[in-house]
C-alpha cells in the first residue's frame, strides 16, 4: 500500500479488525519511510462494475462517489455516519447482485432513491430534486405527495420556534 504522505510502497499493517457491521477490514497501516499513520479498508468485491452514463460513456463505479453523493444529500441532517457507510454497502451489494457487469446511471439513482428514503425524508427529496432535475415548484410538491401517500413514512415534525 502506497504511503499517502510520502508516496512510499514500504507501509506495515499494524492493526486489523472488521468494521461493525463486517462488511470490510479496517487495517490501521504505518510508513516505515516517514512514520506516517493511516487507515485502509479492504471489502469483499463480488465483480467489476462499469456505469452507463447517460450520454452512452462506460466508466468504471466509483464506490467513493456514490458516498459523497449520500453526504451531500444527508448534509446537515440528524443521520448516523453508520448508517450511511451501511446504505452505501447495500447498495453496492444490490448493484453487484444484480448479475450484470453494466449498470446504468438510472438504476444507481433509483437505488439510490430507494435507500434515502429510508434515511431521511428531507434527502431523498434534495437527491429526488437533482437527480430527476426538477425545474418547478410542482415538481417538488409531486414528491412530497409520494412521501404523504407512504403509510411507513415518519411524519414531519413542525420546526422550533
Known sequence: MRCPSCASLDTQVKDSRPTEDSSAIRRRRVCLSCNFRFTTFERVQLRELTVIKRNGRRVPFDRDKLMRSLQIALRKRPVDPERIEQ???????????????????????????????????????????????????????????????????????????
Open 87 to 161: 446504505a452505501v454497502s447495500k447498495i453496492v451489494r444490490d448493484l453487484e447482485s444484480l448479475g450484470e457487469s453494466e449498470i446504468t446511471t438510472e438504476t444507481i439513482g433509483e437505488s439510490i432513491m430507494e435507500h434515502l428514503r429510508e434515511l431521511d425524508d428531507v434527502a431523498y427529496v434534495r437527491f429526488a430534486s437533482v437527480y430527476r432535475n426538477f425545474r418547478e415548484a410542482k415538481d417538488f410538491r409531486a414528491v412530497l405527495g409520494e412521501l404523504s401517500r407512504d403509510p411507513d413514512a415518519v411524519p414531519v415534525t413542525e420546526p422550533r420556534k
